[in-house]
C-alpha cells in the first residue's frame, strides 16, 4: 500500500475526497479502471505523459481533446493538473493508489496465494471464506503456481503471511525433534 508521505497516494486522497464531496465518485472509479486499462495496453499514452519536450499547455490541449466527454469532468481536471503540476509521469502510480485506496473503502484486501499446483474451485473458495473470517474482509485472491514449492501454499495478505508449505511443517518436525 502507498504510504501517506508519497506523492501517488496524496494525488489519489485528493481525487477521490474531491470526487466523493461532488457525488461522483461512483463514476469516477469508473473513470480510473478505464485509464488503467488504457495506460497498460498504450504505450505510446506513456511516452506521450513522460515526454519533456512538450509544453505543458500542447500536453493540456491534446489530453483535453482526448477525453473531453468521455470521463467526468473533476477526473479530465485532476489529469490536467497532474500536468500543470509536472506530475504526469506518475499518473500510473496514482491509479494504482487509487485502486488501493477505494479498495481500503469498499473493505476489499488482496491476497496473494502461491501453490504447488493449480487449487481446485473448492479448495480455493474455502481458503478465500476462512482469510475473510480471519480478516473481516472480503478478499480479492490472486492465485499462482511454484513447483518448487514442494507442497501446500503460502498466502499473503497484506503484511501477514500464512506459509502452509511442506517446508515450513518439517522446520517445525525438525525443530521439535532436535529440541529447539
Not at 30 to 38: M, N, T
Request: proline content about 1%; hydrophobic content about 45%; charged content about 25%.
Amino acid at each position: 500500500m502507498a504510504k501517506s508521505t508519497d506523492i501517488p497516494f496524496r494525488y489519489a486522497t485528493a481525487w477521490l475526497d474531491a470526487a466523493q464531496e461532488s457525488g461522483v465518485l461512483a463514476e469516477v472509479r469508473r473513470d480510473i479502471e478505464g485509464l488503467q486499462k488504457l495506460m497498460d495496453s498504450s504505450e505510446e499514452l506513456g511516452l506521450f505523459l513522460q515526454d519533456r519536450s512538450l509544453t505543458v499547455s500542447v500536453k493540456q490541449g491534446i489530453i483535453g481533446d482526448i477525453f473531453q466527454e468521455k470521463v467526468q469532468q473533476i477526473t479530465l481536471n485532476f489529469v490536467l493538473l497532474t500536468v500543470a503540476k509536472k506530475r504526469e509521469r506518475f499518473l500510473s502510480e496514482i491509479l494504482v493508489a487509487c485502486v488501493s485506496l477505494l479498495d481500503e473503502l469498499d473493505g476489499i484486501v488482496n491476497a496473494d496465494v502461491i501453490s504447488t499446483v493449480k487449487m481446485a474451485v473448492e479448495q480455493t473458495d474455502a481458503l478465500q471464506t476462512k482469510l475473510e473470517a480471519y480478516t473481516g474482509k472480503t478478499i480479492r485472491m490472486h492465485s499462482s503456481v511454484d513447483p518448487g514449492l514442494i507442497g501446500g501454499f503460502i498466502a499473503k495478505v497484506g503484511d501477514t503471511v500464512f506459509d502452509s508449505s511442506l517446508h515450513v511443517h518439517m522446520q517445525s518436525i525438525r525443530q521439535a525433534l532436535v529440541g529447539r
